[in-house]
């Protein structure tokens, strides 16, 4: 509604420029939107599968790397030296140990040296006392102890840990334990491989490419980072962020999600690495993944501005096809509002406006043919209403009034004769001088009441008349005239039962449902209602209207919905119901 008020108050050149502006720029900037929606979604979805492709490929290049290790492990731990060394270690001399460990070097020598990456090779004993180091960098004890806590609830004994050299490098550390060969369920001590986590990463990461920004680092299960080719992602503690590992193992591996990551949204992807119970997480920046939407987005702002500018020029060009013939038809109406129906619009185009200019050329005749005949039928429908309301006054009843005036003067002096003068001279002016069709119930009651004056002069005490409204406003109602006198004269005509008992007449008026009700009422000596259509057609009375005539006038001035319905029985007395329309008299409202 509001928006309807406000376009009401622009000019059809405002309102066609806003217009062809809506339908042409919505449109484009909806599909560009839409576009670039779908385009960033695609981009997104397709470089998640890649990520996923390269992050599970990576991962599985760690695997590999990670299996030769275990590997060279199983080849260790069942080494005769070392199982041999490790079960008599007590009973040996330290002559005998340096002897055995110079032994374990030699023997072990060739097979750490194949793999570059290797930085140490230590073997403990059960009380993690050290029974042989290989000596390359030494890593303080309780770094050693914490690789080897749990071991025992790992799948196969083997538990992949981080681990901080004495020189600052950083370390990944391999630890199992050693099993007697003659009894697998005693425990000898525990073996710990040191790998270089540069050449582990380069060796891992080497090809894997995850685009501008990316970052792509190695956890264990609680979110320590082991291993990253990035040097902004501190080792040996959980990445600032830890929330995105919580998330990652929310969802799952194998799957994407975006997250804020140092202030900035991130695509993140991870992958599984089962043997060492790792997590390989990649992490994408949307900017970068968005960055080839710039350019299709400069391109579309030129698109729109374009078609906004070709969309206002052909908002102005319609407008003034429009515009003038407008104009031609306001300045036409002008002189239509001052009453010179005698112009024309002048030779019009075959388009909407000039049918319409066509069409108004035809009202306006027409108008004019309509007038000069509503003239003619306004002052033949004042003739004939005076010809009626004229003719509504019956000459008997006149004289039988006038007569009854003069023996009333004769027997019982003026005040009888001033009541009924004054009566008849108030029924006689609001009968013959007064033309509205429509007047108020109280100036109806009013009538009624000089009316009921002049025939108690003629019938005395035979009748007694009463009305009573529900509500005083009832009386601003609006009510054709002369609707009430006809049915009281019926009554005081007819009502009687002959034995000279006194008719009680009643007028009642409530509302129902919106509607107005009358009803008049008598306790008189009623009749068949198989009369009512023969009464109803009786012009002979009834103060030459009828009861027809009565309900013809309702129906005509109010509506076929309203009027007259009568009930008698024989004996009972007779009620008249008119329903009428709740019109109340201008200036008047109803409460």
Same mark, same amino acid.
């Given at each position: ?23 042409? %720029?919505?449109?484009?900037? &909806? ?41 060279? &492990?199983?080849?260790?731990? $069942? ?78 004994? =083997? ?28 425990? %000898? ?103 080839? @939407? ?8 030129? =698109? ?25 038809? %306001? ?28 069409? =108004? ?130 009554? $005081? ?17 409530? =509302? ?29 009375? @009834?103060?030459?209207?009828?009861? &027809? ?17 009568? &009930? ?11 329903? @009428? ?11």
């Amino acid at each position: 509604m509001r928006a309807s008020t406000f376009l009401r108050k622009l000019s059809i050149k405002h309102r066609l420029l806003i217009a062809f502006l809506i339908t042409s %720029l919505l449109p484009v900037v &909806s599909v560009a939107l839409y576009s670039n929606l779908r385009y960033e979604a695609s981009i997104s979805e397709k470089l998640s599968t890649s990520t996923l492709q390269v992050l599970s490929e990576s991962a599985t290049n760690a695997s590999r790397e990670l299996a030769q290790y275990e590997t060279l &492990s199983e080849s260790i731990i $069942i080494n005769s030296l070392i199982q041999s060394g490790l079960q008599h270690m007590n009973s040996m001399t330290d002559f005998e140990k340096y002897g055995l460990q110079t032994d374990i070097k030699d023997a072990l020598g060739e097979q750490v040296f194949r793999l570059s990456n290797i930085s140490n090779v230590v073997i403990l004993t059960n009380e993690s006392d050290i029974f042989f180091d290989l000596g390359y960098e030494w890593y303080p004890k309780n770094q050693i102890a914490d690789s080897l806590q749990g071991i025992t609830e790992t799948a196969g004994n =083997i538990k992949w840990t981080y681990l901080h050299s004495n020189r600052g490098s950083d370390k990944i550390a391999l630890s199992r334990i050693i099993f007697s060969q003659d009894n697998l369920n005693q425990t %000898l001590g525990y073996l710990v491989i040191v790998i270089d986590e540069k050449v582990f990463s380069r060796n891992t990461f080497e090809h894997v490419d995850l685009g501008k920004g990316g970052r792509l680092y190695i956890t264990d299960h609680s979110g320590v980072v082991v291993s990253s080719v990035s040097s902004s992602i501190p080792h040996g503690q959980t990445y600032n962020q830890q929330e995105v590992f919580s998330a990652m193992m929310s969802n799952g591996p194998s799957k994407t999600f975006y997250a804020k990551v140092d202030g900035e949204r991130v695509l993140v992807g991870s992958a599984y690495i089962r043997s060492a119970d790792w997590h390989m997480i990649g992490l994408i920046p949307h900017s970068y993944i968005i960055s080839e @939407l710039s350019a299709i987005r400069g391109s579309l702002l030129y =698109i729109c501005l374009f078609i906004l500018l070709l969309a206002g020029l052909l908002a102005m060009w319609i407008y003034r096809s429009i515009n003038r013939p407008m104009r031609d038809l %306001l300045q036409y109406a002008t002189q239509i509002k001052l009453g010179r129906l005698e112009t024309r619009l002048g030779p019009t185009h075959s388009d909407e406006m000039g049918r319409l200019s066509e069409t =108004i050329n035809q009202m306006v005749a027409r108008l004019k043919m309509l007038i000069y005949q509503v003239e003619e039928e306004q002052q033949a429908k004042r003739e004939a209403e005076l010809k009626m309301l004229q003719a509504q006054i019956n000459p008997h009843f006149l004289f039988n009034t006038l007569n009854s005036l003069k023996w009333s003067a004769m027997m019982s002096g003026n005040e009888n004769v001033e009541q009924g003068i004054a009566s008849l001279s108030e029924l006689l002016h609001n009968t013959i001088l007064d033309t509205e069709e429509m007047i108020t119930l109280e100036k109806e009651i009013d009538n009624l009441m000089h009316y009921a004056v002049i025939q108690r002069m003629r019938y005395g005490d035979s009748f007694k008349l009463a009305c009573r409204m529900s509500d005083d406003q009832l009386y601003q109602c609006q009510v054709p005239r002369f609707i009430l006198q006809p049915i009281v004269e019926n009554s $005081i005509l007819h009502a009687g039962s002959g034995e000279g008992r006194r008719v009680h007449i009643t007028v009642d008026g409530s =509302i129902n449902e919106g509607r107005l009700l009358l009803q008049i009422s008598d306790d008189g000596k009623g009749f068949d209602m198989a009369e009512v259509q023969e009464r109803k057609h009786s012009h002979d009375k @009834l103060s030459g209207i009828g009861m &027809s005539n009565v309900e013809e006038r309702i129906r005509l001035h109010v509506g076929k919905q309203y009027g007259i319905k009568i &009930s008698s029985e024989p004996g009972r007395g007779t009620q008249t119901l008119i329903s @009428l329309p709740m019109t109340m008299k201008e200036g008047v409202e109803h409460v």
